[in-house]
């Protein structure tokens, strides 16, 4: 599974305005591939890597309690027809109220992954935009636009591509500071180790319960 890389043109564009020029004096531009610096972001792979093991994690706890429910209706099944009308009803009621418990952990759970992909994203976003700010402010230049097939230039001369010098960059911010997601407040599943984005695992479809109906 891999976590989303994609981002809007927009949002990594950052057109920012320069000091005032004078008319003589053309604005020095530039555009990097945002989706190479993402692909390339330093601790991608690892956080990539490690978000595949807590997503492991999140499965296995949904199949752990999808078959349980499963087991505890099929040995009610094979019961049902020896039991009185008050106890199949009482039975029925407690695996409705096991099923929708199983439902919210579900859902924890799922919330849990998508928080997670969210907090791991926005944290390579955030250095590959710290990286643009900074290589536009310390060389110079007027704006840093968003290229590749997703943005909305249409044709550039490729000697203004400055995606090398951004990705350089980023690894130097990126030696500097935590790496991404490492202090992350997110609990892990169970059985995953602290610490990695990425779409929410998905779940297997929680057993149906027999009602006498």
Partial sequence: MRFPVRLAAAALALSVAAPALSAQTAPK?????VATLM??????AEA???????????????????????????????TQSTLSATQRETREKDLQTRQQGFQQRAQALQARGQAREQELVGGFEKL?????????????????FAGGPNSAMLSADKSLDITDKVLARMRTIAAARPAVGANSTTPAPAGAR?????????????PRVPTSN
Avoid at 29 to 33: D, N, P, Q
Avoid at 39 to 44: K, L
Avoid at 128 to 144: K, L, Q, S
């Fill in 29 to 33: 531009i530039a555009f990097v591939e």
């Fill in 39 to 44: 692909d390339q972001a330093p601790g991608r």
């Fill in 48 to 78: 990539q890597s490690q978000f595949e093991k807590e997503a492991q994690a999140i499965r296995a706890e949904l199949q752990r309690m999808s078959d349980s429910l499963d087991t505890m209706i099929q040995a009610y099944q094979k």
């Fill in 128 to 144: 590959v935009r710290d990286a643009i700010d900074d290589v536009r402010t310390t060389e110079g230049y007027a704006m840093i």
């Fill in 194 to 206: 602290p610490g990695a984005p990425v779409a929410a695992p998905a779940g297997p479809t929680r």
